[in-house]
């Protein structure tokens, strides 16, 4: 930590902890403890941590989550490009637990961008239900989707909207949904210093106007009987017990549910008792404020199943199943939509992707899509190099180059490339070379 903090955020977290402000300054002394979170959609946490290279140890509020050493460095490993697991701060996993996500909820996180929750989420439901990512940011929004394709998955939209607008067709739909709202970032200080900068400049007051309008049109989207997650990444009650005040002085069919205080949680404050207050001083991570609300009544589940589609001839060589929704292109692109999503069909809603990208026609050729791969189990395409994560030719391959090819065998002029079982994308054969399609925009640097 090497900026001063500011002395009225000092004098404010004085009066918020009292004889426990000594002990918060002292937080900021430690090493920052970095995490990751497992793709259980992909991989068991068992099986990850047989093969796992890293030094783990369990994020007690996690069932996925682990802290690593600094050395580690997983985001140079082949198993991150395969989307195995997700970077991620031990304190920010606290929402997508917490909400508890299940199999055909229907989801929206609205505050989505990089990623975090939403593919938390997607492990969760497990191919099942709808996840509507969304943030108003646009180029935030490109990196979530591309995170959502690293996950693997078909049962998502992407999309950068005020919420607001979705009222016209998603008023009461989604069983869950999650706010990480935009804030000041006062538990990101030790980790990114730079952020003091922004406080100095708006404080917490510039804040609670967007978090109270984006709660207020959140409420209207719940279905009967869902719940709500907000959070924020910082500790002042102004953005955040006095936003969910807000909330329940303005909707009488709302109430808290008490969140369990344990693994060093605190209590919210102001009355608000319910809600949970993470510190540095308290666990092992930066921080964090939690409420979970639920709305009054009683949401029927879906009972649709899983109902397996056909397959088009594009997809021949796919022993992938496809459920509950349907193909079609739009211009040369192939895409696979679940049904959820015929909802958006009469809306002009900005919409970075809605279901998944198969591939496109090529006219002599139809070329399967980098989604795709990371869609697909190693026995669900008869055509594949598998490679050692320990294989150079991995690493060469994630850096866009052309590969040779050794005692492989391979005649099919598209394969899909796997370490150790895993995708991570394609390539053509071409004598005893492969030639690399690996997108330009995900290759390692």
Known sequence: MNRKLPEKYLDNMKELLKEEFEDYLSSFEREYTPSLRINTSKISVEDFLKISPFHLTPVPWSSDGFYYEEEDNPTKHPYYYAGLYYIQEASAMTPGEIIGVEEGDRVLDCCAAPGGK???VLSRLKGTGILFANDLSTSRCRALLKNLELYGGDNYCVLSEDIEVLKKNFSGFFTKILIDAPCSGEGMFHKEPSLITSWEERGNEAYQPVQKKILKDALDLLA?????????????????EDVIAYALSERADIHLIDIPKEHGFQEGVKGLKECARLYPHHLRGEGHFLALLEKDGETPKDNNGRTEVSLPEELKDISRPFCNGHFEYRKEKLYFLPDHLKKLSDSRYRILRSGLLIGEDKGKRF????????????EEYPYVLDLSSQDDRVLRYLK??????????????????LTDGYPLGWGRVQGNMMKNLYPKEWRMR
């Open 400 to 417: 866009g180059e052309s590969i040779s090819l050794k005692e492989e065998g391979l005649d099919k002029k598209t394969v899909l490339v």
């Open 118 to 120: 939403s593919t938390k």
């Open 224 to 240: 009967p009987g869902g719940r709500l997650l907000y959070s924020t990444c910082t500790f002042s009650p102004l953005e955040d």
């Open 367 to 378: 070329e399967y899509s980098q989604a795709l791969a990371l869609s697909l189990k190693k």
